[in-house]
């Protein structure tokens, strides 16, 4: 379970800006870990349209996002061949996501959960 955590603040050359930190099954992550797992989270990155036709069997990863304005978002991730996943969005929208940016999350996790901190450069 990830939690987000923001809060607004004044820097000292008076420019507003915005704390935000992280705690994962309860445990705090940091504010540096919780932008680097969100970085990550940019790589995945959408890389074309899987045909409504394609069979896709199990998922294989699954985030439900709860959203802080209310409601959710459901991402599920269904392995095709050795380097693309299929991405379903809210059970609708397919698209192709190469597997190297789906582990570079799923290894950013690992570390966290094993009390490691992110590394700032990784695979792209």
């Known amino acids: 379970h990830l939690e987000f955590s923001f809060e607004d603040y004044i ?15 309860g445990k705090d992550i940091g504010e540096t870990n919780t932008k680097r797992l969100y970085a990550r989270t940019l790589n995945l990155r959408e890389v074309g349209t899987v045909p409504d036709d394609t069979a896709l069997g199990a998922p294989e990863v699954s985030v439900t996002l709860n959203l802080r304005e209310g409601g959710t978002r459901e991402l599920k991730m269904y392995k095709l061949n050795d380097r693309q996943y299929c991405a379903v969005v809210d059970g609708e929208q397919r698209f192709y996501i190469y597997r190297s940016n789906l582990e570079n999350i799923t290894d950013a996790f690992t570390r966290l959960m094993d009390a490691r901190d992110l590394a700032l450069l990784y695979d792209t």
Not at 11 to 25: F, K, P, R, Y
């Open 11 to 25: 820097t000292d050359a008076n420019t507003e800006a915005e704390h935000v930190w992280g705690s994962l099954n």
